[in-house]
């Protein structure tokens, strides 16, 4: 079955960093797009950035996130540098099987807090 194993989250001050990771277990090749996107309640879930063909940013966090994959392609990294209040959200790995749609996949979530 496949499952995406998300870490990394927590609570942390304004101005400190994190790291995400997630990694995909269970299938037969290595996905072709993995990412993060985040979600404030009431709020729609938006982008935060992807990997795959080529490597997007979110314009709200360019400069400050950055997304990288493993030499395997079965693990991606999201650092979050520079953290804000704003930043806070629950932070949902994802990943795309094709670089077409179908194939997709969810994490559980994980919490990211930064305090003032």
């Known amino acids: 079955q496949v499952q995406l194993v998300e870490s990394g989250g927590g609570l942390v001050q304004a101005g400190e960093s994190l790291t995400l990771s997630c990694v995909a277990r269970?299938?037969?090749?290595?996905?072709?797009?993995m990412g993060w996107y985040r979600q404030v309640p009431g709020k729609t879930r938006e982008l935060v950035g992807v990997?795959?063909?080529?490597?997007t940013i979110a314009d709200s966090v360019k400069g400050r996130f950055t997304i990288s994959r493993d030499s395997a392609k079965t693990t991606v990294w999201l650092r979050m540098n520079t953290l804000q209040p704003a930043d806070t959200a629950v932070y949902i790995c994802?990943?795309?099987?094709?670089?077409?749609?179908?194939?997709?996949?969810w994490g559980q979530g994980i919490q990211v807090t930064v305090s003032s």
């Open positions: 990997s795959g063909t080529f490597t």
């Open positions: 994802y990943m795309r099987l094709m670089n077409r749609p179908g194939g997709e996949k």
């Open positions: 269970g299938l037969a090749r290595s996905p072709a797009v």
